[in-house]
């Protein structure tokens, strides 16, 4: 992360930028954005290294945040030997028709009652399937299979 001088017609101020690894692109936050989050434009060099020590510790704070529920949902929610002993038994009863349900299961399934609903313990999801059926219609995104 770092801070950008910028001119404009109103005059000088700084922005911030920083590089996403997830889409390999620049972000700079906006001056509607930094107005929001600081109350003001950033016009001196001293309050854009304060606001720049600022962003760097949300930054810090959220990755943290973002490593400790994956850590944990690795140590509860590991749900894979479930999913690799729906697939076997998938295949005995359904040898030709068993690829649909575990893509169901591993796309759809796991993933509301998992992060949605945050239920680790599979004897309460039935209690959840009318939520499960009202999220399908509503909110779950469509994700298209690929073939091998």
Known sequence: ?????????????F????????????????RAEIKKRFGHDITTEDEAIECLKLLHAQYETEKIKI????????EYYNFNKLLD???????????NSWMNSVFYMKHYVLP?????????????????FDDFREWLEKKAKLIPQIRK
């Open 1 to 13: 992360m770092q801070y950008e001088r910028r001119n404009n017609n109103n005059g000088l101020y």
């Open 15 to 30: 922005s911030f930028v920083w590089y996403d690894t997830r889409t390999k692109k620049r972000i700079r936050l906006t």
């Open 112 to 128: 509301f009652f998992l992060t949605q609903k945050k239920l680790n313990n599979i004897e309460l999801w039935e209690d959840g």
């Open 67 to 74: 490593e400790r529920r994956l850590s944990w949902e690795k």
């Open 85 to 95: 002993q729906y697939e076997k038994a998938q295949k005995k009863s359904a040898p």
